[in-house]
Nanobody, 123 residues
Framework: QVTLVESGGGLVQAGGSLALSCAAS????????MAWFRQAPGKVREFVAV????????YDADSVKGRFTISRDNAKNTVTLQMSSLKPEDTAVYYC????????????????WGQGTQVTVSS
């Protein structure tokens, strides 16, 4: 049984930083591309960042480019999203997701999802 558990969400002031972590179990972690998505109230779930199986390649959404960094530790089965220069529009529930092999940005292509962690950025 594949399980993804996010942690690290919370309330932060605009301009601040926060790090989200996702712990994976029940899968051969280094065979899976890992991604972060987010969903704000009343909006569709959107892509944030993705990292390849080895960690050699990453891709960020334009809205977070230069502010967010995705990384992974294949020895610990974890993926991290380091967020800085946070803006109120970053407020959302952030989800960790996994799919085998190739990294994509589309929500529909991900097989496994965490329960989400709330990030709230106050102005």
């Amino acid at each position: 049984q594949v399980t993804l558990v996010e942690s690290g969400g919370g309330l932060v002031q605009a301009g601040g930083s926060l790090a989200l972590s996702c712990a994976a179990s029940g899968l051969t972690f280094n065979n899976y591309a890992m991604a972060w998505f987010r969903q704000a109230p009343g909006k569709v779930r959107e892509f944030v960042a993705v990292i390849s199986t080895s960690g050699a390649a990453t891709y960020d959404a334009d809205s977070v480019k230069g502010r967010f960094t995705i990384s992974r530790d294949n020895a610990k089965n974890t993926v991290t999203l380091q967020m800085s220069s946070l803006k109120p529009e970053d407020t959302a529930v952030y989800y960790c997701a996994a799919r085998p092999s190739i990294a994509f940005r589309a929500v529909s292509l991900y097989n496994y999802w965490g329960q989400g962690t709330q990030v709230t950025v106050s102005s």
